[in-house]
């Protein structure tokens, strides 16, 4: 167990719609990372946070945001959902901001489907 | 940009053999690089390190791999597979994405089966 923990574990909607992923980091890690798996792109970076503020963005789209909580756990939100953005949303955290060489927690997953 | 490539879509070893994963990386200035194992239905889990020092880096589950600068590679190894080792590897490198953000870059992923 990573101790990250993310929400739902599996979500299908239809296109066209909006949909919030949830991430819990690890006890005490101030960064989060999201990332998306899929068969025809691999991992891909999206985004990053630490403490609640965007450090790092990657291949996210425009129609995909994503915001870090004074809590600390983070959502990702996906609209006007397309056939393609099926995939598995992995949530990642650290302790730091990137100036260590430490590695990423990874959580489980959402694995989302659209019909 | 930082990249890493797994030349190696499946890797087919039998049980009790030694076994390699495949890496080699594209990075300007020092390497960071890692890899993790994802088993089906999993997230990703961190195996091994290399940020600076021995070239031969060892980690969890009995793994270990070799940094090779002449070669630019980071090749995963285990003396002896396990059925169990059979899951999803992958490399991957730190990159720089922001002016303060870092993320890791990582390779398509090589599939591990370990026959009995």
């Known amino acids: 167990d990573s101790g990250v923990t993310q929400t739902p574990k599996h979500l299908i909607t239809a296109t066209g719609q909006r949909v919030t992923l949830r991430c819990s980091p690890r006890?005490?890690?101030?960064?989060v990372y999201w990332y998306q798996q899929s068969l025809d792109q691999g991992l891909q970076f999206l985004i990053q946070y630490y403490n609640g503020e965007e450090r790092a963005k990657g291949n996210i789209l425009e129609r995909f945001s994503a915001q870090q909580f004074p809590d600390l756990h983070s959502e990702l939100n996906l609209s006007s959902l397309e056939l393609g953005d099926s995939a598995l949303y992995f949530c990642?955290?650290?302790?730091?901001?990137?100036?260590?060489?430490?590695?990423?927690?990874f959580g489980e997953g959402s694995r989302l489907t659209v019909l | 940009a930082q990249s890493v490539a797994q030349p190696e879509d499946q890797v087919n070893v039998a049980e009790g053999n030694p076994l390699t994963v495949k890496c080699t990386y594209s990075v300007s200035g020092n390497p960071y690089l890692f890899w993790y194992v994802q088993y089906p239905n999993r997230g990703l889990q961190f195996l091994l390190k290399?940020?600076?020092?021995?070239?031969l880096v060892k980690g969890s589950y009995g793994f270990e791999a070799e940094f090779n600068k002449s070669q630019t590679s980071f090749h995963l190894k285990k003396p002896s597979a396990l059925v169990s080792d059979s899951a999803l590897y992958f490399c991957a490198v730190r990159a720089a994405v922001s002016n303060s953000g870092y993320a890791l870059n990582f390779g398509k992923g090589t599939s591990l089966l370990v026959t009995p």
């Open positions: 006890s005490g890690d101030l960064s």
């Open positions: 990642a955290s650290s302790a730091y901001l990137g100036g260590n060489t430490g590695e990423l927690f």
């Open positions: 290399y940020i600076t020092g021995d070239n």
